[in-house]
């Protein structure tokens, strides 16, 4: 009954809007997102029948998905936005496997034409160390035929420009000042992370706020706060978290020799605790980061970047992580004769929205070390030190487009052992547009990208940790015409090696190590075609094909194809 109220109630709206829009053409617009997507995936391998006697041998799924936003200003100052999903999952009709929801309400607005504030749904970011949403693991770099899957992820949960999805209230406003200081802009807010829950855990706020001077053009300050917190009278309990967060930075940007470069350098406290619980440990942490960037050409970009971050520094709003990988993958999350659940792989990072995570994290979430060992939490990841090396976007000849970094990572203390881990990190990406260097009239590109990431430490034979992770990754576009592309995509990946996995308790506190060995290899492989009819508008058909192998349980192959059909369309 519930569920039909709130159809009825949104197909109202719709209506009541479209109906006034015709009135106030001025006063409501739309935009949004439409989607149709089929895939199929398929079970390979030789030796399948003896292998897997259980899993149905193919199966098909999809839906068409449009996502109508709605703008509304009631008066000058007013903005509500709402976001309505219609969905259809194919195999239904007539209101069978049919979904009418509510995906996204706010409203907006400015107070005295001075002060702005938002209320709902609220996109939230702050510095990499207070408030951030890192990318997930293995995505840096990647050819742009994989680029669909990509924005089909990060659209279905709400991964845009590294903000954090969050429900509050925010508010901001600027002050232009005169004599020593140009400008200070004031940034806060209230959410609200997790809602009170009966016999459970208390309600969880996170207030926050930026401060950012402006100096001159040259010379900026800036603070941010994060405190997230839990009300322990919201339930039956005298047990309460808190987590506040401080940090400020300067930037200052200047010439020399006509050469652009940018200083900047960031630096915070943390403290982490539990209020009423006499067994939790307070942890206070600090970290220090600073950069040193210059730009050529208007375009290619050099840098160098210090890091430190110690063992105890916590902030859930930047440590947060994306992929949460004890979750099942939806495409075959059993399989084979002993009915194996499949652990989440390259493959589901890729393609799989169910496998990723939307809310905060009061704890250390697990991590996979083969697909990211160095900076698991991102620049906030404890126990770290380190320096990166980069250029971004060097064109060299005039058709070659090349980033490339390096990092030096170690971490500050040892863990189960005074001797340390050391982590060195290559990323390379490099574009050759061939059409350009050999005159063709169609378009012709090549993509490259290698990420290499070593573990090591030293020490007698249960001490020592060497642990090698490789991906390849290559895509070709091939222009039939402006708008119609053959792509061609593959990525190969390696790891091969040991280390140890830290096991901890509800404080984070590490109590015990498991030992691993891993010799994985990963194989994807796409090819398709694609029609643009516009940047934002396409439509692609490919064929997939997926291989995992685990070198010391060859049992356990997983081998699969997938067609797969998606239009999409941005409003």
Do not use: C
């Given at each position: 009954?519930?569920?039909?109220?709130?159809?009825?109630?949104?197909?109202?709206?719709?209506?009541?809007?479209?109906?006034?829009?015709?009135?106030?053409?001025?006063?409501?617009?739309?935009?949004?997102?439409?989607?149709?997507?089929?895939?199929?995936?398929?079970?390979?391998?030789?030796?399948?029948?003896?292998?897997?006697?259980?899993?149905?041998?193919?199966?098909?799924?999809?839906?068409?998905?449009?996502?109508?936003?709605?703008?509304?200003?009631?008066?000058?100052?007013?903005?509500?936005?709402?976001?309505?999903?219609?969905?259809?999952?194919?195999?239904?009709?007539?209101?069978?496997?049919?979904?009418?929801?509510?995906?996204?309400?706010?409203?907006?607005?400015?107070?005295?034409?001075?002060?702005?504030?938002?209320?709902?749904?609220?996109?939230?970011?702050?510095?990499?160390?207070?408030?951030?949403?890192?990318?997930?693991?293995?995505?840096?770099?990647?050819?742009?035929?994989?680029?669909?899957?990509?924005?089909?992820?990060?659209?279905?949960?709400?991964?845009?420009?590294?903000?954090?999805?969050?429900?509050?209230?925010?508010?901001?406003?600027?002050?232009?000042?005169?004599?020593?200081?140009?400008?200070?802009?004031?940034?806060?807010?209230?959410?609200?992370?997790?809602?009170?829950?009966?016999?459970?855990?208390?309600?969880?706020?996170?207030?926050?706020?930026?401060?950012?001077?402006?100096?001159?053009?040259?010379?900026?300050?800036?603070?941010?706060?994060?405190?997230?917190?839990?009300?322990?009278?919201?339930?039956?309990?005298?047990?309460?978290?808190y987590n506040p967060v401080l940090s400020s930075k300067i930037i200052f940007t200047e010439k020399i020799n006509n050469l652009p470069f940018k200083f900047f350098v960031e630096g915070g406290l943390s403290k982490r605790g539990w209020n009423g619980d006499n067994n939790a440990p307070e942890l206070n942490g600090k970290f220090i980061t600073s950069s040193l960037k210059f730009t050529k050409?208007?375009?290619?970009?050099?840098?160098?970047?210090?890091?430190?971050?110690?063992?105890?520094?916590?902030?859930?709003?930047?440590?947060?992580?994306?992929?949460?990988?004890?979750?099942?993958?939806?495409?075959?999350?059993?399989?084979?004769?002993?009915?194996?659940?499949?652990?989440?792989?390259?493959?589901?990072?890729?393609?799989?929205?169910?496998?990723?995570?939307?809310?905060?994290?009061?704890?250390?979430?697990?991590?996979?070390?083969?697909?990211?060992?160095?900076?698991?939490?991102?620049?906030?990841?404890?126990?770290?030190?380190?320096?990166?090396?980069?250029?971004?976007?060097?064109?060299?000849?005039?058709?070659?487009?090349?980033?490339?970094?390096?990092?030096?990572?170690?971490?500050?203390?040892?863990?189960?052992?005074?001797?340390?881990?050391?982590?060195?990190?290559?990323?390379?990406?490099?574009?050759?547009?061939?059409?350009?260097?050999?005159?063709?009239?169609?378009?012709?590109?090549?993509?490259?990208?290698?990420?290499?990431?070593?573990v090591k430490r030293d020490g007698d034979n249960i001490e020592e940790i060497k642990l090698n992770n490789l991906l390849y990754s290559s895509g070709i576009t091939v222009g039939i015409n402006n708008n119609l592309h053959l792509i061609f995509g593959a990525k190969f990946f390696s790891s091969k090696g040991n280390e140890y996995l830290a096991d901890r308790n509800i404080y984070d506190e590490?109590?015990?190590?498991?030992?691993?060995?891993?010799?994985?290899?990963?194989?994807?492989?796409?090819?398709?075609?694609?029609?643009?009819?516009?940047?934002?508008?396409?439509?692609?058909?490919?064929?997939?094909?997926?291989?995992?192998?685990?070198?010391?349980n060859l049992e356990d192959e997983f081998s699969m194809g997938r067609f797969i059909f998606m239009f999409n369309m941005n409003l």
């Open positions: 009954m519930k569920n039909k109220f709130l159809s009825f109630l949104i197909v109202f709206q719709i209506f009541f809007l479209i109906n006034l829009s015709g009135q106030i053409k001025s006063k409501v617009w739309y935009d949004g997102n439409a989607r149709v997507m089929y895939d199929r995936d398929m079970l390979l391998g030789s030796d399948l029948d003896k292998r897997d006697t259980i899993s149905s041998r193919n199966n098909g799924k999809g839906f068409t998905k449009i996502d109508l936003g709605i703008h509304f200003t009631p008066i000058k100052d007013i903005e509500i936005f709402s976001e309505i999903r219609l969905q259809n999952d194919f195999g239904g009709m007539w209101g069978n496997r049919n979904l009418v929801s509510l995906r996204s309400l706010s409203v907006k607005g400015v107070i005295n034409d001075r002060v702005k504030f938002s209320v709902g749904d609220i996109m939230l970011k702050q510095s990499k160390f207070t408030l951030y949403n890192y990318h997930q693991d293995l995505s840096k770099n990647e050819p742009s035929v994989f680029n669909f899957y990509n924005e089909y992820v990060n659209y279905e949960n709400y991964y845009f420009e590294n903000y954090w999805r969050l429900q509050g209230i925010q508010t901001n406003f600027s002050y232009n000042m005169y004599n020593y200081i140009e400008q200070i802009d004031i940034d806060a807010f209230t959410t609200r992370v997790r809602g009170a829950q009966w016999l459970g855990k208390p309600e969880l706020l996170m207030t926050g706020a930026t401060t950012f001077i402006r100096i001159n053009e040259k010379l900026k300050f800036g603070s941010n706060y994060i405190n997230t917190f839990e009300i322990a009278s919201s339930s039956n309990t005298d047990i309460a978290y050409n208007q375009i290619s970009k050099y840098f160098i970047s210090l890091n430190y971050v110690d063992s105890d520094f916590r902030s859930i709003g930047a440590q947060t992580r994306r992929i949460q990988y004890l979750s099942n993958p939806i495409s075959y999350p059993y399989y084979n004769n002993n009915y194996v659940q499949r652990k989440v792989t390259l493959l589901d990072i890729l393609t799989d929205p169910s496998i990723y995570n939307q809310k905060l994290a009061t704890s250390l979430m697990n991590y996979n070390p083969i697909y990211n060992s160095t900076l698991p939490y991102g620049d906030a990841t404890p126990n770290r030190v380190g320096i990166k090396l980069g250029i971004e976007d060097a064109t060299v000849l005039n058709y070659i487009l090349s980033s490339s970094s390096l990092n030096f990572y170690s971490e500050v203390r040892g863990q189960g052992t005074t001797q340390k881990r050391q982590f060195f990190v290559l990323n390379s990406f490099h574009k050759v547009m061939i059409n350009e260097m050999l005159n063709f009239s169609f378009p012709l590109i090549l993509e490259l990208s290698v990420n290499n990431e070593n590490i109590i015990d190590y498991d030992a691993v060995n891993y010799n994985n290899n990963e194989t994807i492989l796409t090819t398709g075609l694609q029609y643009s009819f516009s940047k934002d508008i396409y439509i692609t058909t490919q064929y997939n094909y997926f291989n995992v192998l685990d070198n010391n």
